[in-house]
Each structure stands twice: as structure tokens, then as C-alpha cells.
């Protein structure tokens, strides 16, 4: 499964960004999907997670109510809202695909867990 993240940028704070991640070469209605992100010198954390069927997702606490995670299993993709963006969410975001039996389970917040992972995508913002 090759993935691409695209929709990144430079917004001012409190704009909204809407990050998009392609999936080709692969079964993709058969993964789960993350979001991580990675701001310079520091360790790649987890965003948010969304079950291979849309109808589960689960965000890190901090990003609850400022971001939102939904797929279109029929277009390969998955799609990360952000709104009220913050200096402090400027990282590089990553989409990654963990292979998952049941449709309604969650993939995990470690990124060793994933199978593939996209180049990743810059968001900056600015204060």
C-alpha cells in the first residue's frame, strides 16, 4: 500500500487546514489508519486513529474537538479537519496504515504498529 498526505501548509493561528491521505496498491477498506506528527527534535506522537469502516475513531487527548479524522473507503482516502490551528501543531504530518481483521477495531497510537507510511506532509503554523 503506497500512501500520499497532501492539504499541508502555512496558516495563521486559529486557521484550519485539511490534510488529505491517498491510498493505492492495496486492499485500503482493509487498514486502519493514524495520524502522527513530528515537530522538529521531538519524537513522532500520535493524533488520532480511525477503524477500517469510519464508524470508530480515537484522538490523543490534547486535539479532542479541534481536529477531525473521517475516510471515504470508496476514493482510498482519509481526511484529517483541522481548525483552531496553534503554533504548537506545526509538525510534519504523517498518515500510516496498520492491517486490521475486524472493521470497527482501532489501530494503536504506536507508530511501530503500522505497515506503511506516507513521506509525510509540512504544516506550519504561524503566530
Known amino acids: 500500500v503506497q500512501l500520499v498526505e497532501s492539504g499541508g501548509g502555512l496558516v495563521q493561528t486559529g486557521g484550519s487546514l485539511r490534510l488529505s491521505c491517498a491510498a493505492s496498491g492495496g486492499t485500503f477498506s482493509g487498514y486502519g489508519i493514524g495520524w502522527f506528527r513530528q515537530a522538529p527534535g521531538k519524537e513522532r506522537e500520535f493524533v488520532v486513529g480511525?477503524?477500517?469502516?469510519?464508524?470508530?475513531?480515537y484522538y490523543a487527548d490534547s486535539l479532542k474537538g479541534r481536529f477531525t479524522v473521517s475516510r471515504d473507503n470508496a476514493e482510498n482516502t482519509v481526511y484529517l479537519q483541522m481548525n483552531s490551528l496553534k503554533p504548537e501543531d506545526t509538525a510534519v504530518y504523517y498518515c500510516?496504515?496498520?492491517?486490521?481483521?475486524?472493521?470497527?477495531?482501532?489501530?494503536?497510537?504506536?507508530?511501530?504498529?503500522?505497515?506503511?507510511w506516507g513521506h509525510g506532509t509540512q504544516v506550519t503554523v504561524s503566530s
Open positions: 500510516a496504515a496498520q492491517a486490521l481483521r475486524l472493521a470497527a477495531a482501532l489501530p494503536g497510537t504506536g507508530s511501530g504498529l503500522y505497515d506503511y
Open positions: 480511525i477503524s477500517r469502516n469510519d464508524r470508530v475513531t
